[in-house]
């Protein structure tokens, strides 16, 4: 009798997980489901041990320590993104699930629908399974994946508003018109094109790379500037820097460019723009400045003009092919990066 119970048991309980599959698989019953998760469900997060103790009101994720049931249709920007990167690092618990309120009323829909309307004795029996089925089909099964769908959902949107307002600020970087020269440097004989140098940053093997091209494309020189960086208070070092410093005064000097671009995807290379500007101080060049600036970190392009070097752009490597230069300064700035990634870390 034991062993036929236990038979029973084990046939029911698949009977009743087999009916809770099939009801979470009912494309009807799936649709109805995450229509109302995706239009009711909230988002709640809060900081584990280890984010209580790392996470303080200076932190990139202090705004989203914690959030009471932020609806997911109201994430209309890229602070998902901050919340998946905070989940990952273990520094935030992360919930998404429906209210409470909103949680019973689907359940009691769902069984206004599945139980029988019976009243015997049997029935109602019967509609205390047909509840667990429901209970299990909906905990077990259609929730979690609405949750997963959620989740890719939000991920996607922030993704997408992401690159939208990327795109955006690049587009005014990039849309700005070509480089001009100014009629006081262009001579009957001069070049139709202008003069390029172009500056890759190197930890040291390779060396910072300074490479010079003609208006034809040729190049006229190159430059190692392996201590031009150098931060070290040290003495020899600091002569090091001083004597790499008078190199490159000697060669934009000697070859006087009219535009210089610096490949800038390291961090490093920010600190060589400020190295080529402390060369610029120099007593030796020219006195007249016109300083423009544009914020670098926000994406992308830093000029100065002299009389000596009258812009340097300081850009993402691959940018070059979409700024607006004429077509000969986007060969001569392309081909001038070439040449010095060819000695320099690539950037």
């Known amino acids: 009798m034991l062993v036929h ?33 995706m239009d009711k469900a909230v988002v709640s997060t809060s ?23 932020k609806p997911v249709k109201k994430f209309d920007d890229a602070q998902w993104l901050l919340i998946q990167k905070a989940e990952e690092e273990k520094l935030l618990q992360v919930t998404i699930k429906l209210p409470q309120k909103v949680m019973d009323q689907l359940i009691d829909d769902c069984n206004g629908r599945y139980l029988s309307i019976g009243v015997s004795k049997y029935a109602q029996l019967w509609n205390e399974q047909r509840s667990l089925i429901l209970k299990d089909a909906l905990f077990a099964f259609l929730l979690p994946s609405m949750e997963k769908e959620a989740r890719s959902l939000l991920t996607s949107r922030a993704k997408n508003r992401l690159l939208w307002e990327y795109g955006k600020v690049f587009w005014n970087k990039v849309s700005v018109g070509p480089y001009q020269r100014k009629e006081s440097d ?13 500056c890759c940053w190197g930890p040291g093997k390779p060396a910072t790379t300074f490479v010079m091209l003609d208006s034809s494309g040729e190049v006229l020189d190159v430059l190692y500037a392996g201590s031009l960086t150098l ?25 006087q460019p009219h535009v210089v671009v610096l490949g800038a995807v390291h961090l490093s290379c920010t600190k060589l723009k400020d190295d080529i500007y402390e060369v610029n101080n120099y007593k030796l060049i020219h006195e007249s400045w016109c300083f423009l600036q544009i914020n670098l970190e926000s994406d992308a392009v830093t000029c100065w003009c002299t009389q000596l070097i009258h812009y340097i752009f300081i850009l993402p490597y691959r940018v070059i092919e979409w700024l607006s230069f004429t ?21």
Request: glycine content about 2%; hydrophobic content about 40%; proline content about 3%.
């Open 231 to 255: 931060r070290s208070q040290h003495a020899s070092d600091q002569q090091r820097k001083k004597n790499d410093q008078q190199r490159v005064l000697k060669f934009m000097t000697d070859h």
């Open 5 to 37: 119970e236990v038979k029973f048991q084990t046939i029911f309980f698949c009977g009743f997980f087999q009916a809770a599959v099939e009801i979470s698989c009912e494309p009807c019953v799936r649709r109805y489901v995450r229509l109302i998760f």
């Open 327 to 347: 077509h000969e300064q986007k060969f001569l700035a392309s081909a001038a990066l070439n040449i010095a990634e060819l000695d320099a870390t690539r950037c």
């Open 47 to 69: 900081p584990t041990s280890d984010g209580k103790a790392a996470i303080d009101s200076f932190h990139q994720f202090a705004g989203i320590k914690w959030l009471r049931e």
């Open 186 to 198: 262009i001579s009957m004989d001069d070049e139709a094109a202008p003069r390029v140098m172009a």
